[in-house]
Structures are given as structure tokens and as C-alpha cells.
């Protein structure tokens, strides 16, 4: 017995005889291993039908060049999204493992896309006060995320379209979910320093979402203290990258290429519009820009099902947010079960923070949602379809939101005894499963047509291996041969005459090199390259084939291309 106004001590839960329990991450790390292998086994399957290109390509060069010492990629020209420090590495540790390889260009984006599936649904079991409640919300990620429709595969199977920053981003928002000092906000503010380092839309996806969160948090409790984290580790990590940006450039580091054109006055007012036809293309709410990959129209229209609850759900968490906002009140869990003397899990706290802190972690999802949509109203130039790439993280960040709201939802019905859940469950999983067929469309689709790999063999056959090329034939060349073959991009000078293309390419890759042959896919893809312009430049060529679409022009004598002088800096 215990002295009377003693507190019993140890560990809760445990009682003499009982084994402890192990540890979460010794039951949760396999887990986590065996989904990220799994997913991307199935991503990188599914990528035959999405195909590559030198943008991808580029990214696999970049991280052989880290891994040869160049870690702040000096002499390279890149655009304004660099990568260095957001996917880059991902690519250095592949190339590392396997070298450079043709697999490379579907293997690391599919384990990039496996990482945020896996990283949404550990952040929607989390919005969960129940067991079932986590199991609900992850089997809405596995419906809207690990089965994503045709037009999100043809974007986040693809390397360099943002997801490192989106990856980053979500972690971030994980590492600060309770709004506490310590070593997770720390990892959070390094997360997006990195994040923005290497690709600036981190700072709509992650860091901004984070300032807007952290003053929402301000305002719902109405103290500073309730937001004062994410907004200091917002602020930090803006610093901190341009402190780190600023050292790299004094001991010297990559040049920044122009950025592409802002969309004019009357294409933003198209873009507004695109919202709902190209977000719809995305969530699933229609098919008819990018199609089925193959599936039934009729199993593809089970999509618009998805597509209804993510506009509601997310309606719901932009409410949740606002009625937090008017109400005000004490921001946390346990400062609502202090004010009302019960526990945690009898404390009688409201429906827009009903969870402990979980909150803070759906009003950065809505900020980033706005600020992804922002992106793409912003930069997409042009009536493109494939400008898509800068509106998918919206409903990316949606489905996740939707996942969280249907989590914590059916945490509380299963407390009351709902007798329809169960139906509801098994509706749910056949739902999911409709989506998983649609999806295994994707992984029979023809494959995406690829000339490069025939291109490669050819140019090895014929003992061709150090050439220049238009940049869509360059170095996405260069990886399917192995980096047997290397191509280096040339793009027309205001002279007529072929330069150095000064995006996606090394100094080193020029810079006392020798070429013998010149390589292009006449017509947009060439980016002006013609067999005249080459001619001009070093002469005319002794011989001349056709592989596949393209054309290879083979000069008698080597001859050289500058490694300080070039074009295509702008847009």
C-alpha cells in the first residue's frame, strides 16, 4: 500500500509478470520498409507507360557528378529549380548503388512517389483517436493516392516535378504537429531549408503553409505562443537557405538559369478556369484530356466517387480552420481538458481541434493547398496540359486532408456505436479496390514510345561516343547507353551558330572535350538544331543517318564546343 497523497511511479500500463511491450518503431520499420519496397516495385512497373526524358535524365547526371566530389556541382548551369538538395540526392545514393542506368530514370521517382504515399498515410492514421479510425484513413490514401488516376501517374512518375519539396514539405508538418520546441522542429526547419535550396516551391508547399499555420495558431488561441513555432521555423529556414545559398556562390557553386514566363493577365483567368477542368483530370472527376491508360470508361467513372468526397473533405477542413478561427479558445487539447479538470480523452473538445494538436497539421495542408493551386495560376504560361505538373501537389495535399478528415470521422462514429460502418467499410474497400483494378490498367499499358534506347545501341555500335545533341536527345541518351555514350546539349546562338545549352549541363562536360557527331529529332524537339546550323558551325558533316526518328550527323575531324559561351539561359 502507498502512503496516503503518495503518486504510484514506473511505467503505466505495466504490471509484474508482464513481458513489456516492445518498442512502436520495432513493430512500425519493417512495415514501413516492406510498403516503401512494394510501392516501388508497382510505381516503377507502372512508369513503362509514362516514359522519360532529359529532364529526368539530367538528374541522374547531376547526382553521378555529386558523387564524383562536385558536391556543390560547380560549373554546372541549371534551371531555377535546381533539385541540388530536394531529389538530387536521391539520385546520387541510386547512382551509387547501381551506377548510371536507364533503370534510374523510373526507379527513384517511383520511390520518391512510394515516399509520400507512405508518409500520407502514416499522417492520416495520426488525425485517428481509434485503431479502426487509422485503418479508415489509410485505406482513403490507398484509394486517392496509391492508386492515383491516369493524369497525377503522367506527373508524379516523372523525375523533377516537385516531389522532393512536397516530400519534404509533409515531413516538416509531421515534425511539428504538437507546436514544440525541440529537436523535431529543428529537423523541420532543416527539412525546408533543404527543401527550398533545391526547389523554390517549397516555399508554397512547405514554408509558407507553415507561416500561415503558425498565425492561424495565434489567432485560434489568441496568445503568440500557440503559433510562435512554425513561424519561427519558417522564418529560420528561409535564413538558413539563403545563408547556405550565399556561402555555396562565395566558394563556388552552380549558376541559376532565368526562369520561365509568368502567365499574363488574361492566362491567369485561364488558369482559374483550369482549377476545376485540370484539377478535375487529376482527382478523377473526369477523363477526357489525358484519358484511361486502357481502363474501362465505366470502372474509371467510380473515380468521380473519390473525386466528390475530396471536395467535400477538403471543404470541411477549410471550415474546421475558419470555425477555429471565429471561435478562438485554448489551441491544444490539454489546455481544453486542464480548463474542464478531466483528462485527455474526456475532455469535451470541440470538432474543429479534435485531436491533440492535430490541427496544426490540417491548417498547413489547407495553406499549402491555396499555395499549390497559387503556383499554378502563377506560372503556367500557357494552355499546356502537361503544366498540370505545378497544380498536382493541390490535390495531392487534398486527398491527404480528405484521408485525415474521414480518419478522425470515423474514430467518433465507431465511439458511439454507428451500426452502419461496418457497410460502410466494406463499400469503402470495394471502392479501393476498383481503384486498384483501374490502376493495373496502368501497368498493362503499352509502353510509352522510346527511341533513345535504340538510338544508345546504335551510336555504341558505331563506336560513336563522345557527340553534342539537341537538349530532348542529350542526356537522356547519355543514360540509356550507360553513360557509355555521352552527349552533351547544344542549342542555336543569335549568330545561327551551336553553343553550349546553358541549362542541365556541366562546364566539365565541354571544357578541353572533343566531338565527332551531332545528334536531334527534327522539329520542336530539336530546339532549333538544324543540319544547317551545324554546317555553319563546324563544317559540313561527312556522313549523315537516320535511327529511329532521329538524325546523326558524323564529321570526319573532332571538333570542339566552348565551355564559357552559350545560349539558352532564358526561358
Same mark, same amino acid.
Given at each position: 500500500?502507498?502512503?496516503?497523497?503518495?503518486?504510484?511511479?514506473?511505467?503505466?500500463?505495466?504490471?509484474?509478470?508482464?513481458?513489456?511491450?516492445?518498442?512502436?518503431?520495432?513493430?512500425?520499420?519493417?512495415?514501413?520498409?516492406?510498403?516503401?519496397?512494394?510501392?516501388?516495385?508497382?510505381?516503377?512497373?507502372?512508369?513503362?507507360?509514362?516514359?522519360?526524358?532529359?529532364?529526368?535524365?539530367?538528374?541522374?547526371?547531376?547526382?553521378?557528378?555529386?558523387?564524383?566530389?562536385?558536391?556543390?556541382?560547380?560549373?554546372?548551369?541549371?534551371?531555377?529549380?535546381?533539385?541540388?538538395?530536394?531529389?538530387?540526392?536521391?539520385?546520387?545514393?541510386?547512382?551509387?548503388?547501381?551506377?548510371?542506368?536507364?533503370?534510374?530514370?523510373?526507379?527513384?521517382?517511383?520511390?520518391?512517389?512510394?515516399?509520400?504515399?507512405?508518409?500520407?498515410?502514416?499522417?492520416?492514421?495520426?488525425?485517428?483517436?481509434?485503431?479502426?479510425?487509422?485503418?479508415?484513413?489509410?485505406?482513403?490514401?490507398?484509394?486517392?493516392?496509391?492508386?492515383?488516376?491516369?493524369?497525377?501517374?503522367?506527373?508524379?512518375?516523372?523525375?523533377?516535378?516537385?516531389?522532393?519539396?512536397?516530400?519534404?514539405?509533409?515531413?516538416?508538418?509531421?515534425?511539428?504537429?504538437?507546436?514544440?520546441?525541440?529537436?523535431?522542429?529543428?529537423?523541420?526547419?532543416?527539412?525546408?531549408?533543404?527543401?527550398?535550396?533545391?526547389?523554390?516551391?517549397?516555399?508554397?508547399?512547405?514554408?509558407?503553409?507553415? &507561416? *500561415? !499555420? $503558425?498565425?492561424? %495558431?495565434?489567432?485560434?488561441?489568441?496568445?503568440? +505562443?500557440? /503559433?510562435?513555432? @512554425?513561424? =519561427?521555423?519558417?522564418?529560420?529556414?528561409?535564413?538558413?537557405?539563403?545563408?547556405?545559398?550565399?556561402?555555396?556562390?562565395?566558394?563556388?557553386?552552380?549558376?541559376?538559369?532565368?526562369?520561365?514566363?509568368?502567365?499574363?493577365?488574361?492566362?491567369?483567368?485561364?488558369?482559374?478556369?483550369?482549377?476545376?477542368?485540370?484539377?478535375?483530370?487529376?482527382?478523377?472527376?473526369?477523363?477526357?484530356?489525358?484519358?484511361?491508360?486502357?481502363?474501362?470508361?465505366?470502372?474509371?467513372?467510380?473515380?468521380?466517387?473519390?473525386?466528390?468526397?475530396?471536395?467535400?473533405?477538403?471543404?470541411?477542413?477549410?471550415?474546421?480552420?475558419?470555425?477555429? &478561427? *471565429? !471561435? $478562438?479558445?485554448? %489551441?491544444?487539447?490539454?489546455?481544453?481538458?486542464? +480548463?474542464? /479538470?478531466?483528462? @485527455?480523452? =474526456?475532455?469535451?473538445?470541440?470538432?474543429?481541434?479534435?485531436?491533440?494538436?492535430?490541427?496544426?497539421?490540417?491548417?498547413?495542408?489547407?495553406?499549402?493547398?491555396?499555395?499549390?493551386?497559387?503556383?499554378?495560376?502563377?506560372?503556367?504560361?500557357?494552355?499546356?496540359?502537361?503544366?498540370?505538373?505545378?497544380?498536382?501537389?493541390?490535390?495531392?495535399?487534398?486527398?491527404?486532408?480528405?484521408?485525415?478528415?474521414?480518419?478522425?470521422?470515423?474514430?467518433?462514429?465507431?465511439?458511439?456505436?454507428?451500426?452502419?460502418?461496418?457497410?460502410?467499410?466494406?463499400?469503402?474497400?470495394?471502392?479501393?479496390?476498383?481503384?486498384?483494378?483501374?490502376?493495373?490498367?496502368?501497368?498493362?499499358?503499352?509502353?510509352?514510345?522510346?527511341?533513345?534506347?535504340?538510338?544508345?545501341?546504335?551510336?555504341?555500335?558505331?563506336?560513336?561516343?563522345?557527340?553534342?545533341?539537341?537538349?530532348?536527345?542529350?542526356?537522356?541518351?547519355?543514360?540509356?547507353?550507360?553513360?557509355?555514350?555521352?552527349?552533351?546539349?547544344?542549342?542555336?546562338?543569335?549568330?545561327?551558330?551551336?553553343?553550349?545549352?546553358?541549362?542541365?549541363?556541366?562546364?566539365?562536360?565541354?571544357?578541353?572535350?572533343?566531338?565527332?557527331?551531332?545528334?536531334?529529332?527534327?522539329?520542336?524537339?530539336?530546339?532549333?538544331?538544324?543540319?544547317?546550323?551545324?554546317?555553319?558551325?563546324?563544317?559540313?558533316?561527312?556522313?549523315?543517318?537516320?535511327?529511329?526518328?532521329?538524325?546523326?550527323?558524323?564529321?570526319?575531324?573532332?571538333?570542339?564546343?566552348?565551355?564559357?559561351?552559350?545560349?539558352?539561359?532564358?526561358?
Amino acid at each position: 500500500m502507498l502512503p496516503a497523497g503518495a503518486v504510484r511511479t514506473g511505467v503505466p500500463g505495466r504490471r509484474a509478470g508482464r513481458r513489456p511491450e516492445p518498442r512502436s518503431w520495432v513493430v512500425w520499420v519493417p512495415v514501413v520498409v516492406v510498403l516503401l519496397v512494394g510501392l516501388t516495385a508497382m510505381y516503377t512497373a507502372a512508369t513503362r507507360g509514362v516514359g522519360s526524358d532529359s529532364d529526368t535524365a539530367s538528374l541522374v547526371l547531376e547526382g553521378q557528378s555529386v558523387l564524383q566530389g562536385h558536391l556543390l556541382l560547380h560549373g554546372w548551369a541549371l534551371s531555377l529549380d535546381s533539385f541540388w538538395t530536394s531529389e538530387v540526392p536521391f539520385y546520387a545514393i541510386a547512382d551509387l548503388i547501381a551506377g548510371v542506368r536507364p533503370l534510374l530514370l523510373y526507379l527513384v521517382p517511383a520511390f520518391l512517389y512510394a515516399s509520400v504515399v507512405v508518409t500520407c498515410g502514416a499522417l492520416a492514421a495520426a488525425a485517428a483517436s481509434s485503431r479502426s479510425g487509422a485503418v479508415a484513413g489509410v485505406v482513403a490514401v490507398a484509394a486517392l493516392l496509391a492508386f492515383p488516376t491516369w493524369a497525377m501517374s503522367l506527373v508524379v512518375l516523372r523525375g523533377g516535378h516537385h516531389l522532393g519539396a512536397v516530400l519534404y514539405s509533409l515531413a516538416a508538418f509531421w515534425c511539428l504537429r504538437r507546436g514544440r520546441w525541440g529537436w523535431p522542429a529543428a529537423l523541420a526547419g532543416v527539412l525546408l531549408a533543404a527543401g527550398m535550396l533545391g526547389d523554390l516551391m517549397t516555399v508554397a508547399y512547405g514554408t509558407a503553409p507553415l &507561416l *500561415v !499555420a $503558425g498565425v492561424v %495558431a495565434m489567432l485560434r488561441g489568441g496568445s503568440v +505562443r500557440d /503559433g510562435r513555432v @512554425q513561424v =519561427g521555423v519558417a522564418a529560420a529556414a528561409a535564413a538558413g537557405a539563403l545563408v547556405v545559398r550565399e556561402a555555396a556562390k562565395a566558394i563556388g557553386t552552380f549558376g541559376i538559369a532565368a526562369a520561365n514566363p509568368l502567365a499574363g493577365g488574361q492566362q491567369i483567368v485561364h488558369n482559374l478556369r483550369h482549377l476545376y477542368s485540370l484539377g478535375g483530370e487529376l482527382v478523377g472527376w473526369k477523363h477526357t484530356v489525358f484519358g484511361t491508360a486502357g481502363a474501362p470508361p465505366a470502372l474509371y467513372d467510380l473515380r468521380m466517387v473519390g473525386a466528390v468526397v475530396v471536395v467535400a473533405c477538403s471543404a470541411l477542413a477549410l471550415l474546421r480552420l475558419l470555425a477555429g &478561427l *471565429v !471561435a $478562438g479558445g485554448p %489551441a491544444d487539447t490539454a489546455r481544453v481538458a486542464g +480548463r474542464q /479538470g478531466l483528462g @485527455q480523452r =474526456g475532455a469535451r473538445v470541440p470538432w474543429w481541434q479534435s485531436e491533440p494538436g492535430g490541427w496544426r497539421i490540417d491548417d498547413a495542408l489547407v495553406a499549402a493547398c491555396f499555395g499549390a493551386a497559387a503556383t499554378y495560376v502563377i506560372l503556367a504560361f500557357a494552355n499546356i496540359p502537361d503544366l498540370d505538373r505545378y497544380l498536382a501537389p493541390t490535390a495531392l495535399f487534398m486527398s491527404l486532408l480528405t484521408a485525415r478528415v474521414i480518419a478522425r470521422a470515423w474514430s467518433r462514429l465507431a465511439a458511439t456505436g454507428w451500426g452502419v460502418l461496418p457497410a460502410v467499410g466494406v463499400v469503402a474497400v470495394g471502392i479501393t479496390a476498383a481503384y486498384g483494378a483501374a490502376f493495373g490498367y496502368q501497368l498493362a499499358t503499352t509502353p510509352y514510345p522510346q527511341p533513345a534506347p535504340a538510338l544508345a545501341s546504335w551510336l555504341q555500335a558505331h563506336h560513336l561516343t563522345q557527340g553534342v545533341g539537341a537538349y530532348w536527345a542529350a542526356s537522356l541518351t547519355t543514360v540509356e547507353a550507360d553513360g557509355n555514350v555521352r552527349v552533351r546539349p547544344v542549342i542555336p546562338d543569335s549568330n545561327g551558330h551551336l553553343v553550349r545549352y546553358m541549362r542541365e549541363s556541366a562546364a566539365e562536360w565541354y571544357a578541353g572535350r572533343s566531338f565527332d557527331f551531332l545528334v536531334f529529332q527534327p522539329g520542336p524537339l530539336a530546339l532549333g538544331v538544324t543540319p544547317a546550323e551545324a554546317a555553319a558551325t563546324w563544317g559540313p558533316p561527312a556522313h549523315q543517318y537516320a535511327v529511329d526518328g532521329y538524325l546523326v550527323l558524323v564529321w570526319a575531324r573532332p571538333f570542339g564546343v566552348p565551355a564559357t559561351r552559350g545560349a539558352g539561359a532564358g526561358p
